[in-house]
């Protein structure tokens, strides 16, 4: 099977990938084999595959096939595994393995495992989905329903479900104001899961683009953030009841903490610095990383409604190098997907 592989992690323009031909894996107890149909590109693959995350042991093995939002077929089942059959249309989210025991796993937080031997991320301890074959870990792996096309569903494997746990969390009602911080991969969807709970939707980005995507997913006000300091902005106004952040930004999650009413809640989902934090303002900061297998279950039960929708732009698995340097360079509004 031909699989892009990362043997040194550089920058992406050095180009770290080769195509490379290798044999498919055999699935073990428990796993299955899935023939990828399709696989998105997130920015944390371009994280680990130009070496950011080299000192916290990101990637874990060495070569390593990159990619965690898979679609596939069932190819071949090893052994246990009779629940699902060979033909099966499944995804994998991030979250390739969990231990299933600790009281993380028992609580359905399982992206919180404990377990340093069990737990799993595709793409990163384990070969993700920027191949012709890849290995998914049956108990975590999810059937898509027939409505879902295969380029489609795959994002919903990782911007769907890390948008879907920040909303979740959120506990937005009808008629709250809620004011996002980045509408890329992740906030495309984040809009798209909050405009179902009735609350009203602001967006703050960079850029004419994604301001505009902003607003056609139902923002009533946008916010460019490069004209002002959102923040401010915002607090003159009465302040939001919840911030959402996905901008990897640091002044960013500063401006939203300053632009939430007291007493109000702060969702954070990348590498970021909170700051000096005020007490008596009563607001909350919440850390949210994608979600549980069941999260997994509504988003995809959500998406099959025709209630929300990725947007995607397609690209090859020779044109993976290509799809990173766009996503680098922000040309890529929502989300990037390879199809197989
Ligand atoms: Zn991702
Ligand atoms: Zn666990």
């Given at each position: 099977m031909r699989a892009q592989l990362l043997a040194t992690p550089g920058p992406i323009e050095s180009k770290p990938l080769t195509l490379t031909e290798v044999a498919v894996p055999e699935p073990g107890p428990g796993e299955v084999l899935i023939k990828v149909t399709a696989c998105g590109v997130c920015r944390s693959n371009l994280h680990m595959i130009e070496g950011d995350w080299v000192a916290n042991g990101v990637p874990a093995k060495s070569p390593i096939v990159p990619g965690?939002?898979?679609?596939?077929?069932?190819?071949?089942?090893?052994?246990g595994v009779d629940w699902l059959k060979i033909g099966d249309r499944v995804g994998v989210q991030p979250l390739w393995s969990t231990c299933g025991v600790c009281e993380f796993c028992l609580t359905a937080r399982e992206q919180l495992c404990s377990s340093t031997t069990k737990k799993e991320i595709t793409g990163e301890t384990v070969d993700g989905g920027y191949a012709e074959y890849m290995l998914g870990y049956a108990l975590h792996t999810y059937k898509i329903p027939d409505v879902l096309k295969d380029a489609e569903a795959a994002p919903l494997f990782c911007p769907g479900v890390t948008a879907y746990g920040a909303v979740h969390k959120a506990q937005l009602q009808p008629g709250q104001t809620m004011a996002l911080y980045g509408v890329g991969g992740v906030g495309h969807m984040v809009l798209q899961f909050a405009a179902l709970t009735g609350a009203q939707m602001i967006?703050?980005?960079?850029?004419?683009?994604?301001?505009?995507?902003?607003?056609?997913?139902?923002?009533?006000?946008?916010?460019?953030?490069?004209?002002?300091?959102?923040?401010?902005?915002?607090?003159?106004?009465?302040?939001?009841?919840?911030?959402?952040?996905?901008?990897?930004?640091?002044?960013?999650?500063?401006?939203?903490?300053?632009?939430?009413?007291?007493?109000?809640?702060?969702?954070?989902?990348?590498?970021?610095?909170?700051?000096?934090?005020?007490?008596?303002?009563?607001?909350?900061?919440?850390?949210?990383?994608?979600?549980?297998?069941?999260?997994?279950?509504?988003?995809?039960?959500?998406?099959?409604?025709?209630?929300?929708?990725?947007?995607?732009?397609?690209?090859?698995?020779?044109?993976?190098?290509?799809?990173?340097?766009?996503?680098?360079?922000?040309?890529?509004?929502?989300?990037?997907?390879?199809?197989i």
């Open positions: 965690h939002e898979v679609v596939g077929t069932i190819a071949k089942l090893g052994a967006g703050v980005a960079r850029g004419k683009n994604h301001l505009k995507l902003a607003e056609e997913l139902g923002c009533y006000r946008t916010i460019d953030s490069n004209s002002g300091d959102p923040g401010e902005i915002l607090k003159k106004d009465g302040g939001v009841d919840v911030s959402i952040v996905f901008a990897p930004s640091t002044p960013m999650l500063r401006q939203a903490i300053v632009g939430t009413k007291p007493g109000g809640k702060i969702i954070v989902g990348t590498f970021t610095d909170a700051g000096p934090f005020f007490f008596p303002d009563q607001k909350q900061i919440i850390g949210s990383v994608i979600g549980s297998r069941w999260e997994m279950e509504d988003v995809l039960k959500i998406a099959a409604s025709g209630k929300v929708k990725a947007h995607i732009v397609t690209y090859s698995l020779d044109q993976t190098d290509e799809a990173l340097r766009a996503l680098k360079a922000g040309e890529i509004e929502a989300r990037a997907v390879i199809t």
